[in-house]
């Protein structure tokens, strides 16, 4: 296997987790925090918004697009790894701190005990799940881009 193939195989596990990650909220999470009750959704939301920062999520996160460059850059034909790493950073990086990292910092600074909890996990649930419906998107299509290069 050539360093590029490597590369590429890597970087389509790494997209692949964090899409899976993605795809596990967007299909059942959420949905199982709905039936917890607004207070006990917003303070597991809570919970996992501070655990998964000192996760090695993070460390697949943020690695999976440094392998996509080197991808890139050891690629013969270039269209497949550029494509991928553009999805990868879109959904990813682009679309998580412009979009759910902020709708995080907003959750945790509700009290899930207030009595407008509830209109706060609606609203949080709603657009978080949007933006979160699209990194599935980005991530699944950089998975596929990175592992036909490979």
């Keep these: 296997m050539h360093a590029a193939e490597v590369a590429s195989t890597t970087a389509a596990i790494g997209s692949g987790l964090v899409a899976g990650l993605c795809f596990a909220f967007e299909s059942f999470l959420m949905r199982s925090f709905d039936h917890l009750g ?6 597991t939301m809570q919970v996992i918004n501070a655990t ?3 996760s090695t999520t993070m460390w697949v996160w943020m690695v999976t697009p440094l392998v996509g460059v080197c991808a890139t850059v050891l690629a013969e034909e270039r269209g497949l790894t550029v494509a991928a790493l553009v999805s990868y950073v879109t ?3 682009l679309i998580t701190r412009s979009r759910n990292i902020p709708l995080n910092e907003e959750l945790d600074r509700v009290d899930p005990a207030a009595p407008d909890a509830e209109a706060a996990w609606r609203r949080y649930r709603g657009r978080w799940g949007r933006w979160n419906a699209l990194r599935v998107v980005a991530c699944g299509l950089a998975t596929g881009g990175f592992a036909l290069a490979a």
């Design 38 to 43: 607004p207070s006990q959704a917003i303070r």
């Design 52 to 54: 998964i920062l000192r």
């Design 91 to 93: 959904g990813a990086l």
